[in-house]
């Protein structure tokens, strides 16, 4: 699986963040002078490390966001050094964007690190009340391959966070 960029991050962010669902600079640009302020830190960021930054000025031109924008560095490089930087010379908002792209991103070692604990929790729980692997899965309509790989092996690819905490409750449910 390839690592989460920022450049990634911003696009699967504005459209999350935008009303109409849209990547679209002008749409987006129009969206956040309007009716969606939230918009305006994630676009400025996405339409700089995406190359779009002269489509963005001209849809912003005339505008409040326009002033705005001209405060900033309209180097990708630049800005990405300012968004590392403690403390940082940028607004508060961009920084909010960079924590949560860096939030995002560590989230995959969190999920294995939350799955790692509850696995421990839970053959602890069956060795107390004797609840075998066969009882779990097959009271939680789970692949028997998977949970057996987790909890034998500790395997945490073989099952989701949502998986580990269903077998978790099931294991608390049957002490």
């Known amino acids: 699986?390839?690592?989460l960029t920022f450049p990634g991050f911003?696009?699967?962010?504005?459209?999350?963040?935008s009303l109409t669902h849209s990547t679209g600079v002008r749409v987006l640009a129009k969206?956040?002078?309007e009716r969606n302020p939230r918009l305006r830190e994630p676009l400025y960021l996405y339409a700089?490390?995406?190359g779009q930054t002269e489509l963005l000025q001209k849809s912003?031109?005339?505008?409040?966001?326009?002033a705005a924008y001209e405060e900033l560095p309209d180097n990708p490089t630049e800005m990405e050094k300012q968004l590392r930087a403690e403390p940082s010379e940028?607004?508060?908002a961009y920084g909010k964007v960079w924590h949560s792209y860096l939030v995002y991103k560590k989230r995959g070692k969190r999920d294995e690190e939350t799955k790692k604990l509850?696995?421990?929790q839970i053959v602890l729980l069956q060795a107390e009340s004797g609840v075998s692997n066969y009882r779990l899965y097959t009271s939680l309509g789970l692949n028997p391959g998977n949970l057996n790989a987790w909890l034998k092996h500790g395997d945490g690819r073989k099952v989701s966070l949502k998986t580990a905490r269903a077998v978790l409750e099931q294991v608390r449910a049957y002490r």
């Open 1 to 3: 699986m390839r690592e």
């Open 10 to 17: 911003l696009k699967s962010y504005v459209r999350v963040l």
């Open 60 to 66: 912003v031109r005339g505008t409040t966001l326009a």
């Open 90 to 92: 940028l607004p508060e």
């Open 118 to 120: 509850m696995r421990q």
């Open 31 to 33: 969206e956040a002078e």
């Open 48 to 50: 700089l490390l995406t």
